[in-house]
């Protein structure tokens, strides 16, 4: 995003708008006028669709012609824009939402999404997304079909694809993955401890199915590590048309 100097008369009313705290009013030869900071600016476009400048001086940059770091948080911060390379839109997929459709997660799995940087304004730098694929890469299987999956070189590692991405700071990112009932209460434990060094807040979200006996497969996880579940969830009641090969 982009303030045009020329315009502003640094009437402060956008400042506030800014979930970041990217816009600043600065004085720069001899003039003052709103300026954002890039590195804090995450393209979430708030200021402009939003905030209503007097005038007009907000002057975003269509995402097709944007450097690709920008593109980059312009799609995480958007939860329909397509992203080009990936050909998908949002940060993610709807996970549990759709999985009377999909089969995403079958009985014995146990899915993970988590949710880093939120709530909004938080914010969430790629390294500290890496950190945490790379720790849970040896126990988990990553989903494909979302944007922090696309980005790293390999989902067996969790590594980034590029060391240039590692400083880019997102308005949030989900890490979405799932594994076997048996290895989740470790993933969680590692959930845990790598949340500690994060500079940043972390959701962790667990998705399963639920058991005939009517307890969601996901309590006897939670159990083991020492969380009393609480029913306080999302639940799909699977008015969907089945997934072919439907277990
Ligand atoms: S609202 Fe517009 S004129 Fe006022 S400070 Fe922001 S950019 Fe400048
Ligand atoms: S695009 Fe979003 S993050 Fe960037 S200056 Fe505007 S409100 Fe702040």
């Not at 939860?79 to 999985?99: D, L, S």
């Given at each position: 995003m982009y303030i045009n100097p020329a315009k502003c008369v640094a009437c402060t009313h956008c400042v506030p708008y800014c979930p970041t705290s990217a816009i600043q009013i600065v004085s720069e030869a001899g003039r003052t006028f709103a300026k954002i900071d890039e590195d804090k600016c995450v393209e979430c476009w708030i200021c402009y669709r939003v905030a209503r400048c007097p005038k007009d001086a907000f002057e975003p940059?269509?995402?097709?012609?944007?450097?690709?770091?920008?593109?980059?948080k312009f799609f995480f911060a958007s939860?329909?824009?397509?992203?080009?390379?990936?050909?998908?839109?949002?940060?993610?997929?709807?996970?549990?939402?759709?999985?009377d459709v999909t089969g995403r997660f079958k009985f014995g799995e146990i899915g993970f999404a988590l949710d880093m940087g939120r709530p909004t304004g938080v914010g969430v730098r790629v390294s500290d997304v890496e950190k945490m694929c790379k720790a849970i890469a040896p126990y988990v299987v990553f989903e494909m079909e979302n944007p922090v999956t696309k980005l790293l070189i390999d989902p067996k590692t969790g590594e980034?694809?590029?060391?240039?991405?590692?400083?880019?700071?997102?308005?949030?990112?989900?890490?979405?993955?799932?594994?076997?009932k048996e290895l989740a209460p470790k993933v969680l434990e590692i959930v845990r401890?790598?949340?500690?060094e994060l500079n940043t807040v972390i959701s962790v979200g667990l998705v399963c199915r639920v058991k005939p006996d009517g307890e969601p497969e996901a309590y006897e996880v939670l159990r083991q590590v020492g969380i009393e579940p609480r029913p306080n969830m999302k639940i799909n009641i699977g008015l969907g048309k089945p997934f072919v090969g439907w277990e």
């Open positions: 940059t269509p995402p097709e012609k944007m450097p690709f770091v920008r593109r980059l939860a329909t824009a397509v992203w080009p390379e990936t050909g998908m839109a949002g940060r993610g997929t709807e996970e549990m939402k759709t999985n980034v694809r590029s060391p240039e991405l590692r400083n880019v700071y997102l308005l949030s990112a989900v890490v979405e993955a799932k594994t076997s401890e790598v949340s500690k």
